[in-house]
C-alpha cells in the first residue's frame, strides 16, 4: 500500500507527465494539478467599444511569449503513510458584480498570476483575451443594454406572438428574398414576404385571425429564401420544436410552431434545489433510459427512473442528448435545431414535468450542452443557412477553419455578432424555460484550439495552451458564457469537457479565468481501461493510480468518473463486462457460489468506483445502469446493426431481481454516496492516498488480490476511537464479511506532539485495522459525548441503528461463502455481518432497504 503526501512548499515542484499519442482529440490524458482554495478581484469601470462582427485584429499578439515551461503541480511523493498539510495565501480582494478596468496596467496584474506565478511569463496573452473578453461584453451593453438583455434573442428572433400579431424574425444575410412557408398558408409563402434590416435580419408581421394567431399552435413551418435563382427551405433556426415522419425512412425533419395554450403549458411547481457542496452526478441518455427496446420518453424517465436515481443518493442528473439531432446514433452531439426538444421522447411540456419532477426529488439537473460543433446537415440543420456566403454573413467559419474533419461537422465563428446572440441565447433559453441548473459544455478542448486537439498530445509545456494554435474567439465566447449564466442563476453548475488540462479554464472570469466550475477529470477512466485491458492484477501499480486520481490543477476543481458513457459505447465495454465479460450471462446468481472471476470482478467493480469518487476529484459522475454493473455496451440502432435497440436500452431487472448479484453493486454505490451525503469528503481539501484522510475520514484500499494485512498501522490526525462507516467487503455488498463492523478501533500517540518528523508518517496518531484483499474501508472517528449523551449501549441493545447509519437498498442475504459463515449469525431470519439485526426502511424507490453503517462494539463477531 502506498500513500501521496502533499509539499510544505509554498512553490509547486513540477512533476513531469508522460507524453500521450493519442490522435483521438477527446482522449487525451491531460497533466495538472491539485485543488483548493479561492481567489477574488477588485474591480473599476470600463469604456465600451463599437459593435462589430468580424474578429479584432491585434499586431502584438503575434509576439506572445511562447517560452517552454513545465506544468505547475502540486508536489506528490509516493511513501508509505505519509501526510503534511499545506497552507497558502493570496493577498487579493473581490468585489463582485463590477466589470474590470481595460487599463493596460489593471489587465497586467490579474490574480491568476499570483495563483500560479509562471503564468506571468504568457501575460501578453492573457492580457489579448482579458482585452477582447472586455471589448466585447462592453460593446454588447452599448449596442443591446445589457448581455442580459442581449441574451434574450429567443424572445425577438424566431416565431414569437404578441396581442396584435405573429411576428418572426430570421439573420440570413446572405438571402436576397425571403418567406414565411408553413401549414397556414398551404406552403405558398406569395402573401408573405419578408422585409431585411441593414444588419441581414429578415422579418414578417403577420397579424391575427378572428382574434387568433394566423401560426397555430403546433403546426409545421420553414423560412424559404432565394439564394442565386435558387429558392430553399430551412427549419427556423429559432424554432422550438421539430419532427419527423417516422413511418418514412430518411425523412426530413419539419420546423413546428410551438406555442400552446395556457391551459396546455406546464406550470413549474418546485423550486430549484440548493446547490450542494459536491456535486454526485447521475449521467443519462433518455431515449436508452427504459428497459424496452424501443424510444424511452421523458414522462417515462421522470416517473420511473429519477426514484431510482434520487435513492442511489445522487443529488445531481445530467442529461444527455435533449437538443434535437436528426441521427439518434450521434448520441445528441450532431445537433439540428439548438433550441428544439428531441422530439423522440416528447414534447417541451414533457421535458418541463421531467425537470420539475427532479427538482420535487431534491435533484438539480444539468443538460449536456453542444456548443462545439453543429450538425453537417443542410436541410433540416443550422449549416442550411451556408450557401457560400463569407465568414461574417454566416454562423460557421468558411474552408477548413469552419469544418471539423474528424466528427465531420461545422464549426461556429464566435467572433460574429449574431453567432454571439444566438449561442449566449440558447444557455439562457434552456435555464430560463426549463429550469436547468447548469450545463456540461461538450467539446470543450475542440473549442480552445485551433487544431482542436486532433493528433495532438499535451505534455503540460504551458506553451501548448497560450499560442497562436489558441482559439481567442471561442475562449472569449465561453467566458461571456460563463459570466451570464452565473449572473443569472447564481448557484449554476456549469462543467467543462477538456482533455488538454488549460490552466485556469476552471476560475472566475475576473480574474482572468474562463470560469468554469469544474472540468471532467477525463484522464482517470482512461487509466483504468488500460489497467483492466493490458494488465495483470499483479502489475497494477498503486503509485500510477495514486497520480492519476491526484493528478490535477491546484485550486480548479475535478469531476471524477471511473467511466462515462464514453467507455460504454460499441467497440468498447463497461468495467463490470471488462471485469467478468461472459460470466456475467451464467454467473450471477446469487443461489450458487460465484465463480473467481464474478468474485473479482464485483470486488474490483466497486473499489475502483469507490477509489475513484473518495480521491479522483471534487465531484463525481456516474453513467446510467453502471452502478449496479450492467453488461456488454451501447449501441445504437443503424443499419450495421439491423437498427436494432437491444443494447440501446437499460436491463433495470437486472438489478431488481433478487437472486442477481446485480444488487450487491448497487447497494454499495448507493452507500458510497450516502458516505460523502453524510461526511462531505467530496468537498475537502484534505486527501491522501491509497491509505488517506479526506475531511472527517480515513480511507483503506487493498488492491492485492490476495495478501490480507492484519494489524496494519494506518496514520491519522485526531486521536480517539475509530469505526467502519462503509465496508466494500461487506455481506450486504456481496463480500465476504472479514472486516468486523463492532470493532473499536483506538488510537495511539506517535512521537513528540508538535514535530512531524517524530511522529508516524507526519501523523500524530495511528490505529490497525484489518484489510483483506481487494477491498476498501472507510472509518470515522466516534464522537463519544455525543454517543454518550444519546446513550449508545442502550439504542444497540434495543437492535436499532446508529444516528449514523448509511441506508442502502438491497435484499437480505441468503448465502454466504464457506469463508464467511462463521462469521455471520442468523437474527430473524436474515443473514447479517457481525451479528447486526437489519432494519428495513422504505426509500424512494419503494423497495426493501438494509441500514448499513455504524456498528455497536457492544455486539461480538463470531
Keep these: 500500500m502506498l500513500c501521496i503526501t502533499s509539499s510544505p512548499s509554498s512553490s509547486p515542484v513540477p512533476l513531469q507527465p508522460q507524453r500521450c499519442s493519442r490522435a483521438r482529440s477527446d482522449r487525451a490524458a491531460p497533466p495538472g494539478i491539485s485543488s483548493g482554495g479561492n481567489v477574488c478581484l477588485s474591480a473599476v469601470s470600463v469604456q465600451c467599444a463599437a459593435r462589430r462582427s468580424g474578429p479584432i485584429k491585434v499586431k ?76 466585447q461584453k462592453c460593446s454588447i451593453e452599448k449596442n443591446e443594454g445589457s448581455l442580459e438583455e442581449f441574451s434574450k434573442g429567443y424572445l425577438k428572433f424566431g416565431i414569437n406572438t404578441y396581442k396584435d400579431g405573429t411576428v418572426y424574425r430570421e439573420w440570413a444575410p446572405a438571402a436576397q428574398e425571403a418567406q414565411l412557408i408553413g401549414d397556414f398558408n398551404d406552403w405558398n409563402g406569395a402573401n408573405h414576404n419578408m422585409e431585411k434590416d441593414k ?133 445528441g452531439y450532431h445537433v439540428t435545431n439548438f433550441f428544439a426538444v428531441s422530439s423522440r421522447s416528447g414534447t417541451p411540456e414533457d421535458l418541463k414535468y421531467l425537470v420539475d419532477k427532479a427538482h420535487s426529488l431534491g435533484l438539480r439537473v444539468l443538460m449536456d450542452v453542444v456548443h462545439s460543433h453543429a450538425s453537417n446537415n443542410v436541410t433540416d440543420g443550422l449549416n442550411g443557412y451556408d450557401v457560400g456566403q463569407s465568414t461574417q454573413e454566416s454562423y460557421f467559419h468558411t474552408g477548413d477553419r469552419g469544418y471539423h474533419k474528424l466528427w465531420d461537422s461545422r464549426l461556429f465563428n464566435y467572433a460574429n455578432w449574431e453567432v454571439l446572440r ?86 472566475p472570469v475576473d480574474e482572468g479565468g474562463v470560469g468554469f466550475d469544474y472540468r471532467l477529470a477525463m484522464a482517470i477512466p482512461d487509466r483504468w481501461i488500460d489497467y483492466l485491458k493490458n494488465k495483470d492484477d499483479s502489475e497494477w501499480s498503486m503509485g500510477e493510480i495514486a497520480h492519476t486520481l491526484t493528478n490535477r490543477r491546484y485550486t480548479e476543481k475535478c469531476i471524477a468518473y471511473a467511466e462515462s458513457h464514453d467507455q460504454s459505447i460499441v467497440g468498447d465495454k463497461t468495467i463490470a463486462f471488462l471485469l467478468m465479460d461472459k460470466e456475467m450471462y451464467t454467473g450471477m446468481s446469487d443461489l450458487q457460489p460465484a465463480s473467481p472471476t464474478i468474485d473479482r470482478g464485483i470486488a474490483l467493480q466497486k473499489m475502483i468506483h469507490f477509489i475513484t469518487m473518495a480521491l479522483g476529484g471534487d465531484g463525481y459522475l456516474n453513467f446510467m445502469g453502471n452502478e449496479f454493473g450492467h453488461p456488454e455496451w451501447i ?59 479526506r475531511g472527517e475520514l480515513v480511507f483503506v484500499f487493498n488492491f492485492h488480490p490476495k495478501k490480507t494485512y492484519e494489524g496494519y498501522k494506518v496514520g491519522c490526525d485526531l486521536p480517539g476511537k475509530y469505526r467502519v462507516v462503509l465496508d466494500s467487503d461487506a455481506l450486504v455488498f456481496g463480500g465476504h464479511g472479514r472486516v468486523g463492523h463492532d470493532v473499536d478501533h483506538f488510537t495511539s500517540p506517535e512521537g513528540v506532539p508538535g514535530v512531524p518528523e517524530t511522529n508516524f508518517n507526519n501523523r500524530p496518531n495511528s490505529f490497525k485495522v484489518l484489510s483483506p484483499p481487494r477491498t476498501c474501508v472507510a472509518y470515522y472517528r466516534v464522537d463519544e459525548e455525543t454517543e454518550r ?36 449469525e442468523i437474527t430473524d431470519g436474515k443473514v447479517t455481518s457481525g451479528g447486526k439485526k437489519d432494519d428495513s426502511i422504505e426509500d424512494v424507490s419503494g423497495k426493501t432497504g438494509k441500514k448499513f453503517g455504524r456498528q455497536s462494539s457492544d455486539q461480538s463477531t463470531k
Design 60 to 135: 502584438s499578439f503575434a509576439q506572445i511569449r511562447t517560452s517552454s515551461i513545465a506544468p505547475v503541480i502540486q508536489h506528490l511523493t509516493i511513501m508509505c503513510l505519509c501526510k503534511v498539510k499545506r497552507k497558502f495565501t493570496i493577498a487579493a480582494t473581490v468585489q463582485e458584480n463590477k466589470t474590470m478596468a481595460a487599463t493596460k496596467d489593471d489587465v497586467d496584474h490579474l490574480p491568476i498570476y499570483k495563483l500560479d506565478p509562471k503564468l506571468e511569463k504568457f501575460k501578453d496573452h492573457f492580457s489579448y483575451r482579458m482585452t477582447r473578453y472586455l471589448d
Design 199 to 331: 444588419f441581414g435580419v429578415w422579418s414578417i408581421k403577420i397579424d391575427h385571425v378572428k382574434g387568433k394567431p394566423a401560426i397555430p399552435h403546433n403546426s409545421r413551418v420553414k423560412f424559404r429564401f432565394r439564394h442565386g435563382g435558387a429558392w430553399v427551405d430551412r427549419i427556423p433556426a429559432w424554432i422550438r420544436y421539430a419532427t419527423v415522419d417516422a413511418s418514412k425512412f430518411g425523412a426530413a425533419y419539419d420546423g413546428v410552431h410551438w406555442d400552446p395554450p395556457a391551459s396546455e403549458r406546464y406550470v413549474f411547481k418546485h423550486p430549484r434545489p440548493s446547490k450542494p457542496d459536491a456535486p454526485r452526478i447521475y449521467e443519462a441518455h433518455v431515449g436508452m433510459s427504459g428497459e424496452k427496446p424501443a424510444v424511452s420518453t421523458y414522462r417515462e424517465f421522470a416517473d420511473n427512473v429519477l426514484p431510482r436515481i434520487r435513492a442511489n443518493n445522487y443529488n445531481t442528473v445530467q442529461l444527455m442528448a435533449i437538443m434535437e439531432h436528426s441521427y439518434y446514433a450521434s448520441f
Design 422 to 507: 444566438f449561442l449566449l441565447s440558447n444557455l439562457r433559453y434552456w435555464m430560463d424555460e426549463f429550469m436547468f441548473d447548469g450545463f456540461r459544455f461538450d467539446g470543450v478542448t475542440s473549442m480552445l484550439y485551433h487544431h482542436h486537439g486532433i493528433n495532438v498530445g499535451f505534455t503540460g509545456n504551458y506553451k501548448e495552451y497560450f499560442s497562436l494554435d489558441t482559439d481567442v474567439d471561442a475562449v472569449v465566447y465561453m467566458m461571456l458564457a460563463n459570466h451570464l449564466m452565473h449572473k443569472l442563476l447564481q448557484e449554476a453548475t456549469i462543467v467543462a469537457e477538456d482533455v488538454s488540462g488549460m490552466p485556469v479554464l476552471c476560475r
Design 635 to 693: 449501441d445504437f440502432p443503424r443499419d450495421g446493426n439491423n437498427w436494432s435497440y437491444d443494447k440501446c436500452r437499460r436491463q433495470w431487472s437486472l438489478v431488481d431481481t433478487d437472486h442477481l448479484r446485480y444488487k450487491y453493486m448497487n447497494a454499495f454505490d448507493q452507500a458510497m454516496n450516502a458516505l460523502d451525503g453524510k461526511f462531505s469528503f467530496l468537498s475537502s481539501s484534505k486527501q491522501i492516498v491509497v491509505v488517506f484522510e
Design 789 to 824: 449523551l444519546e446513550g449508545k449501549a442502550e439504542t444497540f441493545g434495543a437492535g436499532k441503528t446508529s444516528p449514523g447509519t448509511i441506508d442502502v437498498d438491497a435484499s437480505p442475504v441468503k448465502t454466504a461463502t464457506a469463508a464467511t459463515k462463521e462469521r455471520e
